[in-house]
């Protein structure tokens, strides 16, 4: 792999007539001119479909596939010889590699695709590779997705070893290796190997599309993110005209705590997805924007999403291709923005009346069970949390043999509550004991990228309840591991300025009370929280 980088790098001068892709067309819904991103994709289609496709490559790149679509099938009215247009079509039905399981839909539409391109013929050996690659995707005999994932993987290993001067092949590999990775694994090396193939390109290519957006990717785990920080802050000025692009920086924003940023790039792509009509793509971005809203305890802007959700809810259309947020991400946010209001703002009340979905997945519906099990639990009402427990372990069971990242997660779930249920009945030890496995086993696994967060953070919920059980040391151990994930998080904060307090450690809890501010220094409320470390810190010495 590494002969294939500097091989790659050294060849790129080939590619050094990058083109701008469709800056002729107009935004729709505004007066500004389409803005995607540079990108050429050579070809031996028509000279006349030229700016169609590359423009098509670059929504490819910013996963905007609806659009691209869209712009394939353009390619091919004008040039029904054009085979390579097929491979593009074929991973727009893919989607967003890192959103979990396809449908048998996606993968029918997606083999379609490859069985038309391999009948039309491609003019091209490296056409026909790049096509029979995206088929590994969608080989019916497959015995599983990560099968098809691994694959993949190697036909466009191949495709990179076989034309190294081809830019997009080793872009289009890189992405390929990144969606190996597993989420247990936490030595990153695919992720990492992925990195090392982009980060040169980006230094030589600072206005393509895919490079900053597969870097953000690669390092979308919280030991790595602050290595994203520069393709985050670029990516959005690259191709602002894509929804996607506008989102994608807060992935590594929300990983390091940088709140105010994510809620205004996030908000730029709710807007900008409602004028395109993505819309799981805003509800994917008006997620993101609420839990950074209540990062910074500005609860009155959490509020107006919320008053802003069941009309945009009212538009998801299960069965649309969309953009890089599938219509399962829709249905995530749509039950995770009030759970998060909730929970959040420690309304466990407010938590145990959340309204339960009827439409959505297994584990979108297991959102409001969960906090609705945490918030009868935490407000005195464990009989009624235990309904919610046994639905999530119903819940996960639908996933047992379908999903096994997702029934992991549902069950990581079923067992804080369960650890809340014992706590609150009495089982102290029980409940601890029982908060710190589920905390284990969510630290041994990863957020998926639908998600800026867990709802509640187990560690964090293990430092609470050894708070509540007088333990105030081992909060104290609990709440500083959970920031380590989890940085910038308000509760985390405020949680461990507490039990530095109740500990005695007067320096720490000064430090965690001051931290605590500056996350709320934009606050539009008067959480309680926040008077206490005022209170604290005025009377500090």
């Not at 080793?170 to 290796?177: C, E, G, P």
């Not at 420690?346 to 609705?372: K, Q, S, Y």
Request: with cysteine; hydrophobic share 45%; net charge negative.
């Amino acid at each position: 792999m590494l002969r294939m980088i500097i091989v790659a790098i050294a060849s790129f001068a080939f590619f050094g007539s990058l083109r701008v892709a469709a800056q002729h067309e107009e935004h729709a819904g505004s007066a500004t001119a389409e803005k995607l991103g540079t990108v050429h994709f050579d070809n031996s289609c028509a000279p006349a479909v030229t700016a169609d496709f590359d423009r098509a490559v670059a929504l490819l790149h910013s996963f905007e596939f609806s659009t691209a679509i869209e712009g394939f099938n353009r390619v091919l009215a004008a040039d029904r010889t054009c085979a390579i247009a097929y491979w593009g079509i074929a991973l727009a039905h893919w989607g967003n590699p890192f959103a979990g399981a396809k449908s048998e839909v996606a993968l029918q539409r997606g083999r379609g695709a490859v069985e038309s391109g391999q009948k039309v013929g491609a003019s091209t050996p490296r056409e026909r590779a790049y096509i029979d690659a995206a088929g590994a995707l969608f080989t019916a005999t497959a015995a599983s997705q990560r099968d098809r994932v691994l694959a993949y993987d190697r036909a466009m290993d191949a495709v990179a070893r076989a034309y190294p001067h081809d830019i997009e092949a080793t872009i289009f590999h890189a992405l390929a290796l990144n969606q190996t990775a597993l989420p247990t694994d936490k030595t990153y090396a695919p992720q990492l190997a992925a990195a090392a193939i982009l980060e040169p390109l980006f230094e030589r290519y600072p206005d393509h599309p895919g490079l900053p957006h597969y870097i953000i990717h690669a390092y979308d785990h919280p030991p790595l993110a602050a290595r994203a920080l520069d393709a985050a802050r670029r990516y959005s000025e690259i191709a602002p005209s894509a929804p996607h692009a506008l989102h994608m920086p807060s992935h590594t924003f929300t990983r390091v705590g940088a709140w105010q940023e994510s809620a205004a790039t996030n908000r730029r792509s709710e807007e900008v997805a409602l004028e395109q009509g993505v819309i799981t793509e805003a509800l994917h971005a008006m997620d993101y924007q609420t839990y950074a809203f209540l990062q910074m305890a500005q609860d009155r802007a959490a509020r107006d999403v919320l008053n802003r959700l069941p009309a945009v809810t009212a538009r998801i259309n299960p069965a649309s291709i969309g953009g890089a947020a599938p219509p399962m991400a829709g249905f995530f946010a749509a039950t995770a923005i009030p759970a998060r209001y909730a929970l959040e703002r420690a309304a466990w009340d407010e938590a145990a009346r959340l309204e339960v979905p009827t439409t959505g997945t297994p584990f979108t519906i297991a959102i409001a069970h969960f906090a609705r099990a945490l918030g009868a639990a935490r407000s005195g009402n464990p009989a009624a949390a235990q309904q919610d427990v046994d639905r999530l372990a119903a819940l996960r069971g639908q996933l047992e043999n379908v999903d096994a990242y997702w029934a992991e997660q549902v069950d990581i779930q079923r067992r804080v509550a369960v650890a809340w249920v014992a706590f609150t009945t009495g089982r102290q030890n029980e409940g601890i004991a029982a908060l710190r496995a589920a905390a284990d086993a969510e630290d041994a696994t990863d957020k998926s990228a639908v998600t800026p967060g867990p709802l509640a953070p187990a560690r964090e919920l293990l430092g609470e309840m050894l708070l509540e059980g007088g333990d105030a040391p081992a909060a104290l151990a609990a709440y500083e591991a959970s920031m380590a994930k989890e940085p910038g998080r308000f509760r985390g904060a405020f949680g461990a300025a507490r039990a530095a307090e109740a500990a005695g450690d007067s320096a720490k809890a000064r430090d965690y009370y001051s931290r605590t501010l500056a996350i709320a220094s934009t606050a539009d409320s008067r959480r309680a929280e926040i008077e206490r470390a005022k209170t604290y810190l005025a009377g500090a010495h």
